[in-house]
Every structure is written in structure tokens, then in C-alpha cells.
């Protein structure tokens, strides 16, 4: 592999794992969303082996991050999937807290 291909593939492993990391995603949590083994995942996040364009796309979806990001660490501000994937996994009770800080948070910077 040529050394600039290489260092794009380590930077592309490593967002996956920092998003994982960051979601607070086990590999076999997001293993089960995307259907791949735990050891293929880990096989990726350490650059080992490549991913299909079909393997991607499930990253992106259970990553909630889109294939912009995971290629080529272009973040969209506009996507929301982060947030939707925190809340999502937020223990129910907690909700009407959620809601109220993002209430709050939207009148202090001035959104309706």
C-alpha cells in the first residue's frame, strides 16, 4: 500500500473507533447493529483489513456519522444523528431533563 493511501485508511480506522468510543458503543454493541464480527470490527479499527461499501454504510448508520466523516473526517454540522443517537440510548426517566436543558440551552442562544 502506497504510504499516503496507508495513512488515509489509519486516520479513516481511527474515526471509527474515536465515534464508537464516543457513543459509548462496545464493539459487539455496534457489531450487532452492523452485522459484522466483533473481531472484524476490531480487525478494521486497527487498520488490518479494509471495509465493502456495503460495510460502510452500516458503519455510517450505526455510527450515526456519514461516510464524509468516517473517509475523510469532513464533519456535517447540520447532522443531527449524533444527538438522536444520544438521546436514543438515554434511560427514559431522563428525558423530561433532556428536553428542559435543550429548551433552555435554544432561549439562552436566542432559537424558537
Known amino acids: 500500500m ?4 496507508y495513512k488515509r485508511r ?9 465515534r464508537r468510543e464516543y457513543l459509548g458503543l462496545t464493539r459487539e ?9 466483533p473481531q ?17 454504510y452500516k458503519l455510517c448508520e450505526g455510527l ?3 461516510a464524509d466523516y468516517i473517509l475523510m473526517g469532513k464533519d456535517d454540522i447540520a447532522d443531527v444523528s449524533t444527538i438522536t443517537k444520544m438521546l436514543e440510548t ?6 423530561p431533563l433532556a428536553e428542559d436543558l435543550l429548551k433552555t440551552f ?4 436566542s432559537i424558537k
Open 2 to 5: 502506497f504510504p499516503l493511501m
Open 10 to 18: 489509519k486516520q479513516m480506522d481511527l474515526r471509527i473507533m474515536t
Open 29 to 37: 454493541g455496534l457489531c450487532d447493529f452492523v452485522n459484522i464480527s
Open 40 to 56: 472484524f470490527l476490531s480487525e478494521i479499527e486497527r487498520g488490518v483489513k479494509g471495509v465493502s461499501a456495503e460495510t460502510l
Open 64 to 66: 450515526g456519522a456519514t
Open 90 to 95: 438515554l434511560d427514559k426517566k431522563y428525558l
Open 106 to 109: 435554544f432561549k439562552t442562544i
